[in-house]
Every structure is written in C-alpha cells, then in structure tokens.
C-alpha cells in the first residue's frame, strides 16, 4: 500500500509556472506507475500525464503536452509535475495516484489507478 501527499499548489499570473510534487510513503515506490489528474468544477476528472515505473516512459493529455513535465525521484519517493506556460483553463484541483498493474506501462485512465492523493488547488489568473 502507498500513501500519497500533494503539495505545490497556489495561485499563479497565466503564463505562469509551477512544479507540483507528491510523495509517498512505503519501500516500493519504484512498483507504481504514476500518474497526475485535473478537475475543475463541474467537469470529470481527467489525465494530465503519467510516468512509468523506471521513468523512462511518459505520457501527456494533449492540451498539456509541451507545457507540461512529469519526472519522479525514485530516491524521494517523489513524482513531479512541472507546469509551464500555465492558461486560466489549468485552473483545476490536481491529484496524483498510483498503479501498481506491471502490464500497463502508463495508465492513462482514472479508473487504472489504485491510490489516489488528497489534491492541491492551482489556480491560473488571466
């Protein structure tokens, strides 16, 4: 089992960055497949990006993509998501999750995750 804690979050200018990082707890952060997701109010949550178990695997929604980074410091236990060039439709609660299947090598699909943080709010100005 994992626990996961996001933080990183805030009120930003829209053109503006911020990293968003989540730690977890347990000895086998290396096991999951990590992902990030957005909801903003009165839509679905959706994927935003994912990295695979090593790192060396990742994958983008395709409004984010080139604005967007995910990377993950095995030794932190740590998953990022850097966010650049941010636009006032960024504007969501982001939360990261965990997958701990080994057949799928980035879950791009909520339903694929099995733990999920308690989400931090980013809020884009315009």
């Known amino acids: 089992q994992v626990q996961l804690v996001e933080s990183g979050g805030g009120l930003v200018q829209a053109g503006g960055s911020l990293r968003l990082s989540c730690a977890a707890t347990?000895?086998?952060?290396?096991?999951?497949?990590m992902g990030w997701f957005r909801q903003a109010p009165g839509k679905e949550r959706e994927f935003v990006g994912g990295?695979?178990?090593?790192?060396?695997?990742?994958r983008y929604a395709d409004s984010v993509k080139g604005r967007f980074t995910v990377s993950r410091d095995i030794a932190k236990n740590t998953v990022y998501l850097q966010m650049n060039g941010l636009k006032p439709q960024d504007t969501a609660v982001y939360y990261c999750?965990?997958?701990?299947?080994?057949?799928?090598?980035?879950?791009?699909?909520?339903?694929?995750?099995?733990?999920w943080g308690q989400g931090t709010q980013v809020t884009v100005s315009s």
């Open positions: 999750a965990a997958h701990s299947n080994i057949n799928v090598v980035v879950h791009t699909t909520s339903r694929g995750y099995d733990y």
């Open positions: 990295i695979s178990r090593s790192g060396g695997t990742t």
């Open positions: 347990g000895r086998t952060f290396s096991s999951y497949g």
